[in-house]
């Protein structure tokens, strides 16, 4: 396993590094996987596999050295985490492998969290992360500055070695709504098989992705509704053929339906008019698309 090379090291180590406009550390691997998911349209899997279109599990991802994207961060995280003062064994990344890339993750950009239960699907985004949340600053809400200021939130900064044994990681919150973002202390079981987290940044690149197609093609969408349900519609943002549907000439008024699809809360859901029926529109999950099929 050791010693990882300073090549390794530079392009995931997220010390010392300023924050992006994507809400991640500006670390060389972030932006490697953000391009993956843009350019190419497809959605990393940090955990389980997800059965979405064009998603591919990190361990497919290639790395820098003879490992795969995976080893490297938990390995390098590891590191870290030792320089802490954690006392990791050396195999330790061979034992905690997914422990440790949520670690990594949670500790270097915002995450986007989704989990699916008895009481259905909640959403809400993570971290560990205090340079995040101070950027964020601007877009929290009065309350929760508070807290901030008076150090409520301090603990949650800090790993333990529980919570890389147990699969418990403690995060900062982040739910957001029309009044701003609003922080709570949260626990991410990362064994569980309803829990998903992705950096946000690459839900957004992926979700990119699909839009280009979307505003240039008319596709075809299978995908699960929100009672588990299957689902085909047909569906596009290319102009011409929105104001066929809507039956005006003026390309103008799709704007509204724009600004409708690209706006949402949410970073895995998309609004889209649904061309088989008129003035109808859909509202879908990014993780819930397992096939898209252009139309010719």
Same mark, same amino acid.
């Given at each position: 396993m050791?010693?990882?090379?300073?090549k %390794?090291?530079r392009a $995931?180590?997220?010390?010392?590094r300023e924050?992006t406009? &994507?809400? @991640?550390l500006?670390?060389?691997?972030?932006?490697?996987l953000?391009?993956?998911?843009?350019?190419?349209g497809?959605l990393i899997?940090?955990l389980?596999?997800?059965g @979405?279109?064009?998603?591919?599990p990190?361990?497919? +991802?290639? =790395?820098?050295?003879n490992s795969?994207?995976? +080893?490297e961060?938990?390995?390098? #995280? #590891?590191?870290?985490?030792?320089?802490f003062g954690l006392p990791?064994?050396h195999?330790?990344y !061979?034992?905690?492998?997914?422990?440790? +890339?949520v670690?990594?993750?949670l500790y270097s950009?915002?995450? *986007? %969290?989704?989990? &699916? =239960?008895?009481?259905?699907?909640?959403? *809400? *985004? %993570?971290?560990?992360?205090?340079?995040?949340i &101070? =950027?964020l600053?601007?877009f929290i809400?009065?309350?929760?500055?508070a807290?901030l200021n008076?150090g409520?939130?301090d603990?949650r900064y800090?790993?333990?070695?529980?919570?890389?044994t147990?699969s418990?990681?403690k %995060?900062?919150t982040?739910r957001?709504?029309?009044?701003?973002?609003h922080?709570g202390k949260?626990?991410f $079981?990362?064994?569980?098989?309803?829990n998903?987290? $992705?950096?946000? $940044?690459?839900l957004?690149?992926?979700k990119k992705?699909?839009?280009?197609?979307?505003?240039?093609r008319?596709?075809?969408?299978?995908?699960?509704d929100?009672s588990?349900?299957?689902?085909k519609?047909v569906?596009?943002?290319?102009g011409?053929?929105? @104001?066929s549907?809507l039956?005006i000439?003026d390309?103008n #008024?799709c #704007?509204?339906i724009?600004r409708?699809?690209e706006?949402? *809360?949410?970073e895995? !859901?998309l609004t889209?008019? /649904?061309?088989?029926?008129? /003035? &109808?529109?859909?509202t879908?999950?990014?993780?819930?698309?397992?096939?898209?099929q252009i139309?010719?």
């Amino acid at each position: 396993m050791f010693p990882i090379s300073e090549k %390794v090291k530079r392009a $995931y180590s997220w010390l010392n590094r300023e924050t992006t406009i &994507e809400q @991640c550390l500006d670390v060389p691997a972030h932006l490697n996987l953000y391009h993956i998911a843009h350019k190419n349209g497809i959605l990393i899997d940090f955990l389980k596999p997800s059965g @979405c279109h064009c998603s591919r599990p990190l361990s497919q +991802i290639a =790395g820098l050295s003879n490992s795969p994207m995976n +080893i490297e961060m938990a390995q390098v #995280q #590891q590191e870290i985490l030792k320089s802490f003062g954690l006392p990791l064994s050396h195999d330790f990344y !061979n034992l905690h492998l997914n422990n440790l +890339i949520v670690s990594y993750l949670l500790y270097s950009s915002v995450c *986007y %969290v989704q989990s &699916e =239960g008895v009481n259905g699907l909640d959403s *809400y *985004y %993570v971290t560990k992360q205090v340079a995040i949340i &101070e =950027g964020l600053k601007p877009f929290i809400n009065s309350k929760d500055i508070a807290k901030l200021n008076k150090g409520y939130f301090d603990d949650r900064y800090k790993t333990t070695l529980s919570e890389l044994t147990e699969s418990k990681h403690k %995060v900062i919150t982040i739910r957001t709504d029309a009044d701003g973002y609003h922080l709570g202390k949260g626990i991410f $079981y990362s064994n569980s098989k309803n829990n998903a987290i $992705y950096p946000a $940044y690459v839900l957004r690149g992926y979700k990119k992705a699909l839009l280009g197609v979307l505003k240039r093609r008319v596709i075809r969408i299978s995908c699960l509704d929100s009672s588990g349900g299957d689902i085909k519609f047909v569906t596009t943002l290319n102009g011409d053929a929105i @104001c066929s549907w809507l039956q005006i000439s003026d390309m103008n #008024q799709c #704007q509204p339906i724009w600004r409708q699809v690209e706006g949402s *809360y949410c970073e895995a !859901n998309l609004t889209l008019p /649904n061309l088989d029926t008129r /003035n &109808e529109f859909v509202t879908i999950n990014l993780l819930h698309i397992f096939n898209v099929q252009i139309l010719p």
